[in-house]
Structure formats: structure tokens, C-alpha cells
């Protein structure tokens, strides 16, 4: 049998030359892509540099201590709820909201007729024991009594002067005055009124300059704090702010909180907050060191941390700006 030579077929030709013409458009657009680029770098070269107008300003060492912020409650140097200690029916009242009542000032004044009576039949009795006992000690001189009927009688005086004293103190109870200068708390008290003995009369709040702010902070800071340290007090609105200084601090932690408890006075100023108020309280924390101050709306954050934006020249003199 005689031999066949071998002839490519049309498929295998048609193969070659599609990839021979993806390869060929493939070169020429690498080739323009590049003459493009080389292009458009010579065109920027010669174009000026894009110039951006900052804010400067110059970052300093200053002298800082660290602190947190509590939370913190104003109270009054002198603050009472006032109760009666007694029940009876009231006859006369001076409680007048907002009103300052100077020491002594009665407020509630309860009805004593009964007492009074029995103060004067009392004092009737001590002026009758009285005048007894002396005529027997003139006796006793002259030998016409005996001794024991003397000391009887000196026993009936002052168990009469006891009753008299008694019944005075229990006037004095029922008669309610303001124990220092305080501003008068809302009451809700009237003439002809039944009090049960220890009702709620009104609160009253010592007038004062001063005040103290009672705040808690964590058992590690409260460690360091000590009597005379300063602390900032701010409003909620942080448009003032005071000075008040550390007078005492509690020994004890809270067992759930593990917080503990801090006192600071607050000077004399007008612009106190009022009592009951809520502050916020600065505490410094650690010791006194240097850092370098700058300001808040230079500080910026992203994904890897906070940075700032400086100013300086670079190799050639040009000045840029790097994140720090």
C-alpha cells in the first residue's frame, strides 16, 4: 500500500491565526497604553504643584496630669428635714416657700392651751410648797416641828418646780423654730391641722456661699486623693466652671460598686450651683508630667489610630505635610 502524505486541516489553521490576532491587538494596545501614560507624566510635569491653604499652629510642652470625670450631687453645709416631735393641732404657721428665716424663727406653732392651764395650776402648787416649806423651817428654829416634815416639805416643792420645768419643755416642743438661717423648702402645712407626732413639715437648706459635692470615683483613684487637693466642678452645660477643694473622703468602699465616696467644698461665689444640683466633677489622676499640647481640631482619626497632620520641609526645601 503506497503512503498518504499529511495535509493541516482548516481548523487547526483557523486557530493559529485568531490567536496570532489577539496577541497582535494585544501588543498594540500595551503599546499605546504606555505611550499614554508617558504622555500624560510629561504633561503633569510641567504642570504647577496643587497648593492647599491650612490652619498652623504650634505644638508645645506643657505641664499635664491626667483625670477622669465623675458625677457628682451639690448639697448644702447645713440641710434638715423638719419633722414635730410631738402630735397636736396646729394654731399658727410660718412656712413660706423660698422665704430665708433667721435662727429662732418659729415656724409651726402647735395648740398649747392644755399645757398652759397645767402650767399654771404647776406653778400655783410650787408657790404653795414654797411658801410651806419656809413657814416650817421657821418652825424647825424654834424647835416646834420635826425635821422630817421640813425635808417633806422641801420634796412637794420641787416636785412642783419638776412639773413646772416638764410642762415648759413640752410647750417648747410644740412650738417649731428654725434651728439656723435656711431657706424654707414647699410645705404643705395649715392652722387647724391634726399632726401625727415626726409628720414631714418642709426641708429647710442652710444659706451659704459655700456648699459641698459629694461624688464617687474608683477605690484606686479615691487611694490617692488626700485632704486639701483641688478638684474642677462643671456644669452640665459647661458654661462655669469651680474650684473646690477635697475635705474628706470616705474609709469605707462600696462592697458592689467598689467605689468610694468623696466630699469637696465648694468656696464662696454667687454663681454656686443650688443644692441638690447635678455636676460633673474633674479628678486629677497620677502624677504631674509633660506633654506636648496641641489642639483638638488638629487631632484625626482613622483606621490606624489617631494622627495629626505636620508641617516640614522636605530634601529639597519644599514644605510638606506628613501624618504623624
Known amino acids: ?131 410651806t416649806l419656809a413657814r416650817l423651817e421657821r418652825l424647825r428654829q424654834h424647835q416646834a416641828t420635826s425635821q422630817e416634815e421640813v425635808d417633806q416639805a422641801r420634796a412637794r416643792r420641787d416636785v412642783a418646780l419638776a412639773q413646772i420645768t416638764r410642762t415648759r419643755a413640752i410647750i417648747a416642743r410644740k412650738t417649731i423654730r428654725a434651728p439656723f438661717r435656711a431657706r424654707v423648702g414647699i410645705a404643705d402645712v395649715h392652722p387647724g391641722q391634726y399632726l401625727t407626732e415626726g409628720a414631714e413639715l418642709t426641708t429647710l437648706q442652710g444659706v451659704s456661699n459655700e456648699a459641698n459635692v459629694d461624688f464617687m470615683v474608683a477605690q484606686g483613684v479615691a487611694a490617692a486623693l488626700r485632704e486639701g487637693m483641688t478638684v474642677e466642678i462643671m456644669t452640665d452645660d459647661d458654661t462655669i466652671s469651680h474650684s473646690a477643694r477635697i475635705v474628706a473622703v470616705d474609709a469605707r468602699v462600696d462592697a458592689t460598686t467598689r467605689n468610694a465616696t468623696v466630699r ?54 519644599a514644605t510638606r505635610a506628613r501624618a504623624r
Open 1 to 131: 500500500m503506497s503512503a498518504q502524505p499529511l495535509v493541516p486541516s482548516r481548523r487547526w489553521i483557523g486557530s493559529v491565526t485568531l490567536v496570532g490576532a489577539v496577541l497582535g491587538i494585544g501588543i498594540l494596545l500595551a503599546a499605546w497604553k504606555r505611550s499614554a501614560t508617558h504622555e500624560a507624566e510629561a504633561a503633569s510635569a510641567h504642570q504647577p504643584e496643587p497648593v492647599e491653604l491650612v490652619t498652623l499652629a504650634t505644638a508645645e510642652p506643657r505641664q499635664h496630669r491626667q483625670s477622669t470625670t465623675a458625677v457628682g450631687t451639690v448639697l448644702a453645709l447645713r440641710s434638715i428635714t423638719l419633722r414635730n416631735e410631738l402630735a397636736g393641732t396646729v394654731r399658727r404657721v410660718s412656712l413660706n416657700p423660698g422665704e430665708i428665716v433667721e435662727p429662732g424663727t418659729v415656724l409651726v406653732a402647735l395648740d398649747v392651751a392644755v399645757e398652759e392651764a397645767e402650767l399654771q395650776a404647776q406653778e400655783a402648787e410650787a408657790g404653795l410648797a414654797e411658801t
Open 264 to 317: 469637696a467644698r465648694l468656696s464662696s461665689s454667687r454663681h454656686n450651683p443650688a443644692p441638690g444640683a447635678s455636676v460633673r466633677v474633674r479628678v486629677p489622676v497620677g502624677p504631674m508630667g509633660t506633654a506636648v499640647a496641641i489642639p483638638v481640631s488638629a487631632l484625626r482619626k482613622g483606621p490606624g489610630g489617631d494622627h495629626v497632620w505636620v508641617i516640614a520641609p522636605d530634601s529639597s526645601g
